[in-house]
């Protein structure tokens, strides 16, 4: 049968292309994520954490049920990795090991964010620092695996690395003053400049360890997440203009990031998502993505079903592909596939800069 498929792949390519992808092999060989909880897909389980997903109803619409990812269903990356040709999703440090190591690993870590102390009132988590000195030890058996250094790096070279970090910095940190102190001791943009220096060190640090086509995703509007609508906003559907600020400051230094990283460092292929305007384009024409609720998650407690996360055993919302959060926090299913597949393949022209996923996985 195999025979068949190719014979036929060669002689009616156009005829039979979706067909014959279901079997190509992925357009890049691996792809290693980095991030919080919006990617998180299981390695919070088994810490001491509040910060966990590993219950119904969060994957109620996954196949394999509650993982810990913080979604009734798919994850952006989980979209993306699919996209990018990978038939099994990307697993998570925690449990990934042997060959498997090789098609990528997904270190990310809710609660998780750039500065060391972000997030330690809802206990353990991983830290960006500590996600790259992971990465470091799958390298370490990449080497093993491939023979030498040589072939790892050539290897590591192909891969696409994702990072999508900061957001907690801002909502487990900058802005929650009964825990930090940041907000008193730095303005919004020196802030910004402080996270953005932190993460040109872990991302030359991958840079270091092979890493050359790199994602940086932009972060969301925090202001605008059923928690804060809950807590900041008066009507509850007024996005909190300071945070969402403080977010575009943020933004836009990562976003000259990407164009410094590129200039100074030989064979550097990064770009930059742009998912705050992404998840704007959501809210502002929430009927063109079938969308009818922007402004609450479908399970949850309190206004603005924003005060905590799904409480365990809760029985979420029928339509939730009609809304744009699942929890007082995190995308549903239908809007991380919006996400992943214009981080992908932009839709417009402020999507992705200098160029989408999608043409970052072709250039060799």
């Known amino acids: 049968m195999g025979l068949h498929v190719g014979y036929y792949c060669a002689a009616a390519l156009v005829l039979v292309l979706s067909v014959c992808s279901v079997v190509a092999e992925p357009q890049v060989p691996c792809y290693f994520i980095f991030g919080d909880s919006l990617v998180d897909n299981g390695n919070n389980n088994a810490i001491a954490s509040l910060a966990r997903a590993n219950y119904f109803p969060y994957g109620i619409d996954f196949q394999y049920g509650p993982t810990g990812r913080f979604s009734n269903g798919l994850t952006t990356v989980d979209v993306i990795s699919r996209l990018l040709g990978f038939e099994d999703y990307i697993p998570p440090f925690a449990n990934a090991g042997g060959e498997q190591i090789l098609r990528g690993v997904n270190y990310a870590s809710a609660a998780a964010g750039i500065r060391e102390e972000t997030g330690r009132q809802l206990g353990a988590r991983i ?118 600020d403080a977010n575009r400051i943020f933004n836009r230094k990562l976003k000259a990031l990407v164009d410094e990283f590129n200039s100074q460092l030989p064979d550097s292929k990064a770009i930059y998502i742009n998912a705050y305007d992404i998840f704007q384009d959501m809210i502002d024409r929430p009927s063109a993505f079938g969308f009818s609720v922007v402004n609450a998650g479908c399970c949850g407690v309190g206004r ?61």
């Open 304 to 364: 603005n079903n924003g005060q905590i996360t799904c409480l365990p055993g809760q029985m979420p919302c029928a339509n939730r592909d009609e809304y744009l959060f699942w929890d007082a926090f995190h995308p549903t299913e239908a809007a991380n596939i919006v996400i992943g597949r214009r981080s992908y393949s932009a839709e417009t022209s402020t999507d992705a800069y200098p160029f989408d996923i999608r043409r970052l996985a072709q250039l060799r």
């Open 127 to 244: 830290p960006f620092s500590g996600q790259v000195r992971n990465y470091q030890t799958t390298v370490r058996e990449v080497v093993e695996i491939l023979g030498d250094e040589n072939q790892a790096a050539n290897y590591l070279s192909q891969c696409i690395y994702s990072i999508g970090l900061g957001s907690n910095d801002y909502l487990n940190n900058y802005f929650m003053p009964n825990y930090y102190n940041t907000g008193s001791r730095y303005t919004t943009e020196q802030y910004a400049e402080l996270l953005i220096q932190e993460y040109t060190q872990q991302l030359r640090t991958l840079y270091e360890y092979g890493g050359r086509k790199f994602v940086l995703i932009s972060i969301g509007q925090i202001g605008c997440s059923p928690n804060e609508l809950a807590q900041n906003s008066p009507d509850g559907r007024t996005c909190v203009s300071k945070i969402n």
